[in-house]
């Protein structure tokens, strides 16, 4: 189990990477499995260049497990903190995407228009590290900053955060990727709904919940074309 963990995120990396949702900076982490107090996430490594041997464990406070001395990202209390709040969620991404960055920044709210964002219907929350914390550089630098941020994000699916990005979680690392995809592929169409300047029709909370009902189960399709897509295969 542990194995195909590894090899799911250093895939998920990847796959992101290839698809434009992370560039040199972004982050995937999944929970050890059978470890409940600890995450798998690459050492501080540009996305698309990580391989399972860049894995590290971290704990839930963001310290490398086994004496691991390689230089882990900064913002990995974004992981530990929300692994602590939700028992449930088992992968997170965070991403910089920048068709998503100015609904962190913008009374204009993300909110799903089409089946495959049903997992919005919840709403996506903004963290304003301003509001909790004052003037910062912006990033989740520890565990106070990274509890906040797990507090906004609540039961939801994705937060933004205010001119920052993103934050998405799954109860697998293919829920997550499914996630950060289509989180990205909301808000270029919602962009472009809003641009034509009539109404526009959201996905109602009864609609998003059986639309994220029904692509639950079908995350492993897109998963499989996306490993195709960047050359890799089930064990890479």
Not at 2 to 12: F, P
Not at 18 to 42: K, Q, T
Not at 185 to 200: D, K, M, P, T, Y
Request: hydrophobic share 45%; charged share 20%; net charge neutral.
């Amino acid at each position: 189990m542990k194995a195909r963990a590894q090899a799911e995120v250093a895939q998920a990396n990847r796959i992101l990477a290839h698809l434009g949702i992370l560039d040199a900076y972004g982050h995937v982490s999944a929970r050890l499995p059978g470890r409940a107090d600890r995450f798998l996430i690459s050492r501080s490594l540009a996305p698309a260049l990580v391989t399972v041997e860049d894995l590290m464990e971290l704990d839930l406070d963001g310290e490398p497990a086994a004496g691991d001395e390689r230089k882990p990202y900064l913002e990995r209390f974004i992981h530990g903190a929300i692994y602590r709040a939700r028992p449930d969620v088992q992968a997170i991404v965070h991403s910089h995407a920048p068709s998503v960055i100015p609904f962190s920044v913008s009374s204009a709210r993300l909110r799903p228009v089409c089946h495959m964002s049903g997992f919005l219907g919840g709403g996506a929350p903004v963290f304003d590290i301003r509001r909790h914390f004052g003037c910062t550089d912006m990033l989740v630098r520890n565990a106070g900053q990274g509890a906040e941020l797990a507090r906004s994000l609540g039961s939801h699916a994705a937060a933004l955060m205010r001119g920052h990005g993103f934050v998405v979680v799954g109860g697998s690392v293919q829920s997550a990727v499914y996630r950060a995809v289509y989180t990205e592929w909301n808000a270029r169409l919602q962009r472009e709904a809003i641009s034509l300047g009539g109404h526009v029709t959201y996905l109602s909370e009864e609609e998003a919940a059986l639309a994220e009902a029904a692509n639950a189960g079908t995350v492993e399709r897109p998963w499989q074309l996306w490993l195709r897509e960047c050359g890799l295969n089930e064990q890479a």
